[in-house]
């Protein structure tokens, strides 16, 4: 086996399928980490991966690098690109990979996706993959480890930690209460 087929293995194993968006994630996550000079098939501790949508990509780069929001070293910006940003903490290097084009199929359903998968495995990096090193400048609250900062939202009275609160007026206020709430109470 190819360290590609065991990577896309462990992320159709870890997203339930192998679909188009899985390859893709699998190959960008290849591409980011061989840029950084760090072993997909190793667990990377001084690696953080901001991601820019919540589709099948982010499955396949969760899966093969670690890398989760609950160890804060995934990072979700709702960009809605399929496009990652590998980050280096030991050195400070950065790759951003970004999807230049999905080829396309002809094909519907099913056999629309077996085939879009095995296009997408066998077409060239460069014809899927734009590859740009670039900077980023981490916020404080945003590193991994145990919160630094605790404030209080003097609306709601919840706690807020990692830097996340926003003032208004002088008023200290968490994020639903500044910006509005995803959700509405119903007692």
Same mark, same amino acid.
């Given at each position: 086996?190819?360290?590609?087929?065991?990577?896309?293995?462990?992320?159709?194993?870890?997203?339930?399928?192998?679909?188009?968006?899985?390859?893709?994630?699998?190959?960008?996550?290849?591409?980011?980490?061989?840029?950084?000079?760090?072993?997909?098939?190793?667990?990377?501790?001084?690696?953080?991966?901001?991601?820019?949508?919540?589709?099948?990509?982010?499955?396949?780069?969760?899966?093969?690098?670690?890398?989760?929001?609950?160890?804060?070293?995934? $990072?979700?910006?709702?960009?809605?690109?399929?496009? %990652?940003?590998?980050?280096? /903490?030991?050195?400070?290097?950065? &790759? +951003? #990979? @970004?999807?230049?084009?999905?080829?396309?199929?002809?094909?519907?359903?099913?056999?629309?996706? $077996?085939?879009?998968?095995?296009?997408?495995?066998? %077409?060239?990096?460069?014809? /899927?993959?734009?590859?740009?090193? &670039? +900077? #980023? @400048?981490?916020?404080?609250?945003?590193?991994?480890?145990?919160?630094?900062?605790?404030?209080?939202?003097?609306?709601?009275?919840?706690?807020?930690?990692?830097?996340?609160?926003?003032?208004?007026?002088?008023?200290?206020?968490?994020?639903?209460?500044?910006?509005?709430?995803?959700?509405?109470?119903?007692?």
């Amino acid at each position: 086996m190819t360290d590609l087929d065991l990577l896309l293995a462990k992320a159709k194993a870890f997203h339930g399928d192998l679909c188009a968006g899985i390859v893709l994630g699998t190959r960008m996550t290849m591409i980011g980490m061989r840029e950084l000079g760090m072993n997909p098939l190793e667990r990377n501790k001084n690696l953080i991966v901001y991601v820019e949508i919540d589709r099948c990509i982010a499955d396949a780069i969760q899966a093969i690098t670690g890398c989760s929001l609950g160890h804060r070293t995934l $990072k979700y910006r709702p960009y809605g690109k399929f496009a %990652a940003t590998y980050i280096n /903490l030991k050195n400070g290097e950065a &790759v +951003r #990979v @970004a999807v230049v084009e999905k080829k396309r199929t002809e094909k519907t359903g099913q056999e629309a996706m $077996k085939d879009a998968s095995r296009i997408l495995l066998e %077409a060239p990096e460069a014809d /899927l993959f734009r590859l740009k090193k &670039v +900077r #980023v @400048a981490i916020p404080e609250g945003d590193m991994p480890g145990m919160p630094k900062y605790h404030a209080r939202c003097s609306r709601c009275n919840d706690m807020i930690v990692d830097n996340k609160e926003v003032v208004v007026d002088g008023a200290v206020l968490c994020g639903n209460c500044a910006h509005g709430s995803y959700y509405t109470e119903t007692e």
